[in-house]
């Protein structure tokens, strides 16, 4: 029973870590400026870093297969590095 309390906290942090990357991007599309999106982009960002971090938990915990883990964690990293570069670019053309 504890364990499987443990697997749930650690799997509804996933859940909203990982749905709040989805909204985040979704309300920098309707920003009112181009730092609002920004802003926007870089908290998807930050959600995208703790949505890898609780993928890292959930494998070191044993709750994740090493396939799943490399699999989740790829398309995190996927993620994380358009949005990387999506900000990266805003950020340019606002200078």
């Given at each position: 029973m504890v364990e499987e309390k443990k697997e749930f906290v650690l799997?509804?942090?996933?859940?909203?870590?990982?749905?709040s990357i989805g909204a985040n991007i979704a309300e920098a599309n309707y920003g009112?400026?181009?730092s609002d999106f920004l802003s926007k982009l870089y908290i998807a960002l930050k959600e995208t870093a703790e949505t890898q971090y609780w993928l890292e938990l959930l494998y070191r915990t044993d709750y994740?297969?090493?396939?799943?883990?490399?699999?989740?964690?790829?398309d995190a990293?996927?993620?994380?590095?358009?949005?990387?570069?999506?900000?990266?670019?805003?950020?340019?053309?606002?200078?």
């Open positions: 799997s509804k942090q996933l859940l909203r870590s990982g749905t009112i400026s181009r994740l297969t090493a396939e799943e883990y490399q699999d989740l964690q790829a990293e996927e993620l994380r590095k358009m949005l990387s570069a999506s900000a990266k670019t805003t950020k340019q053309n606002l200078n």
